[in-house]
């Protein structure tokens, strides 16, 4: 059974940071691109980044670039998410996602964890 497992989210204050893990399990992490999506409330889910295999390629959103960094490690089978300079507007429920496609849309993964919220005050 796949599992993925988010944790590291939290309240925090306005231009702090957190950092979000996602633990993977039942499955060749190696072998899939990792992801991070959000949602905030009455709003769709937005791609955040992704990281390829084995880690050498990511993307980001424009809306987080500079201020987040997707890392990996296969032996460890996790993905992390350093978030800094976080804003008000980064608040919502942070999901980690695996699949073999290199995609920014989330129907393209094949797992998604359950999320983690994240609470940014101003």
């Known amino acids: 059974q796949v599992k993925l497992v988010e944790s590291g989210g939290g309240l925090v204050q306005a231009g702090g940071s957190l950092r979000l893990s996602c633990a993977a399990s039942?499955?060749?992490?190696?072998?899939?691109?990792t992801a991070w999506f959000r949602q905030a409330p009455g709003k769709e889910r937005e791609f955040v980044v992704t990281i390829s295999k084995n880690g050498a390629m990511t993307a980001y959103a424009d809306s987080v670039k500079g201020r987040f960094t997707i890392s990996r490690d296969n032996a460890k089978n996790t993905a992390y998410l350093q978030m800094n300079s976080l804003k008000p507007e980064d608040t919502a429920v942070y999901y980690c996602a695996a699949g073999r496609t290199w995609s920014r849309t989330t129907y393209d993964y094949d797992y998604r964890g359950q999320g983690t919220q994240v609470t940014v005050s101003s």
């Open positions: 039942g499955l060749t992490f190696s072998n899939y691109h």
